[in-house]
């Protein structure tokens, strides 16, 4: 089974804050996904990418950049923070099925 | 937006009943369905899964079912353990779009009482 973890597991920042999310795989899968899960939403999908430097947009990007620095390393980057960005997100890998991250929780005050 | 509805909401059974969880999707290009389990504090597990081809799937005892012209598709579950208490979550994508990129359904949240 493939092996995505996520740091940092739990984020506080305040209103503007940088913050960057890290993922990592290590059963070199081509497509890396970052999602963020609110109740009443499901898991919706921010960004993905099917290799190293590579960035496609998912479905609520507004707020998200992304960036692919190796074929193992995703990263998720709020450049200025806001309450509505207060979320769990996870970070999952695919060949062919996806498997998730254990997830980071960010709150934005 | 591609659309996966998922239903119910929320859902209490037994212990050793039968739980059936539903959903439907609008696109007709979707040919993937997966089932993920999730528990509080973890991220979403792959549960079962089916092909367009096919309209039964068993894996001990979970069962997925898929409709192709009603555009359906459901989870069984029978024997239903308090270990099967999570959020249930299903979902779809269009493989020949070369990405697994799935849409997902909102989620049921299963509770199997003793």
């Known amino acids: 089974e493939a092996a995505v973890t996520q740091s940092p597991r739990n984020k506080v920042t305040v209103t503007g804050g940088n913050v960057t999310l890290s993922c990592r795989q290590t059963?070199?899968?081509?497509?890396m996904y970052w999602y963020r899960q609110d109740t009443g939403h499901g898991l919706r999908l921010i960004h993905y990418s099917y290799g190293a430097g590579n960035l496609q947009i998912g479905d609520v990007p507004d707020g998200y950049k992304a960036t692919r620095t190796t074929q193992e390393d995703f990263f998720l980057l709020l450049e200025l923070a806001s309450p509505s960005q207060t979320s769990l997100y996870f970070c999952?890998?695919?060949?062919?099925?996806?498997?998730f991250g254990p997830g980071t929780r960010l709150t934005v005050l | 937006q591609q659309q996966v509805r998922q239903s119910p909401q929320s859902l209490t059974v037994w212990e050793g009943g039968t739980t059936v969880l539903t959903c439907s999707y609008e696109?007709?290009?979707?040919?993937?369905f997966p089932w993920y389990q999730q528990f509080p504090g973890e991220g979403p597990a792959l549960l079962i899964s089916i092909l367009s081809v096919s309209d039964k799937k068993e894996d001990g005892r979970f069962t997925t079912f898929f409709n192709k012209r009603e555009k359906k598709l459901s989870l069984h579950i029978i024997d239903s353990q308090p270990g099967d208490s999570a959020t249930y979550f299903c979902a779809a994508s269009a493989l020949e779009e070369g990405a697994d990129r799935l849409t997902f359904g909102k989620g049921t949240q299963l509770i199997i009482q003793p």
């Open positions: 696109d007709s290009t979707f040919n993937y």
């Open positions: 059963n070199s899968h081509n497509y």
């Open positions: 999952a890998s695919s060949g062919y099925e996806q498997y």
